[in-house]
T-cell receptor, first 111, second 115 residues
Framework: QKEVEQDPGPLSVPEGAIVSLNCTYS??????FMWYRQYSRKGPELLMY????GNKEDGRFTAQVDKSSKYISLFIRDSQPSDSATYLC???????????FGQGTTLQVKP | SQTIHQWPATLVQPVGSPLSLECTVE??????LYWYRQAAGRGLQLLFY??????ISSEVPQNLSASRPQDRQFILSSKKLLLSDSGFYLC??????????????FGPGTRLTVL
């Protein structure tokens, strides 16, 4: 079993839809959680970073962490075609310090 | 502000040829540096990381090596490329200190095709 599970998709939604991207993890030592956005043939770009359970909002993006369920989510409101990209969850274990990535979910927002 | 550069952006090399990919970071001192490989449809695999000049840790046994000759320069090398070395190579940096708690910032990547 992988330490971090992420559905690769692809996920296709119409413009303006609310998008929900999710990751589950098995290691309770994961304490720091990130979401990266990666456009085709580009390096990943850090979108959100959080270390506590609950919600963190930044514009149209909301990161949600539920440590009791070992589940994290990224919500995108009013999705735009420019949001079409691969979204990677990542997390750091406090005991190893290593950054572990999910496989990434490919999102397509259709105009 | 900090920026990270990688070159070349694209590279096509024959099997058995040598490889040298370079990464430099600007706007920060003593960063932690990382090399990742991303295969098509797969996540990022950490290859090497460095916490200082000349200090290299290898995550997986492989045909590649890394060096850090200067504080903000990280080089990925191979003496003889294999077909399986093809992929998208990403360099990343994070702030020094408690690397356990620091997010990583990625460069634009190098797409390597070995024929």
């Amino acid at each position: 079993q992988k330490e971090v599970e992420q559905d690769p998709g692809p996920l296709s939604v119409p413009e303006g839809a609310i998008v929900s991207l999710n990751c589950t993890y098995s290691n309770s030592a994961f304490q720091y959680f990130m979401w990266y956005r990666q456009y085709s043939r580009k390096g990943p770009e850090l979108l959100m970073y959080t270390y506590s359970s609950g919600n963190k909002e930044d514009g149209r993006f909301t990161a949600q962490v539920d440590k009791s369920s070992k589940y994290i989510s990224l919500f995108i409101r009013d999705s735009q075609p420019s949001d079409s990209a691969t979204y990677l969850c990542a997390m750091i274990a406090s005991n190893t310090g290593k950054l572990i990535f999910g496989q990434g979910t490919t999102l397509q927002v259709k105009p | 502000s900090q920026t990270i550069h990688q070159w070349p952006a694209t590279l096509v090399q024959p099997v058995g040829s040598p490889l040298s990919l370079e990464c430099t970071v600007e706007g920060t001192s003593n960063p932690n540096l990382y090399w990742y490989r991303q295969a098509a449809g797969r996540g990022l695999q950490l290859l090497f990381y460095s916490v200082g000049i000349g200090q290299i840790s290898s995550e997986v046994p492989q045909n590649l090596s890394a060096s850090r000759p200067q504080d903000r320069q990280f080089i990925l090398s191979s003496k003889k490329l294999l077909l399986s070395d093809s992929g998208f190579y990403l360099c990343a940096w994070s702030r020094t200190g408690k690397s356990s708690y620091n997010e990583q910032f990625f460069g634009p990547g190098t797409r390597l095709t070995v024929l």
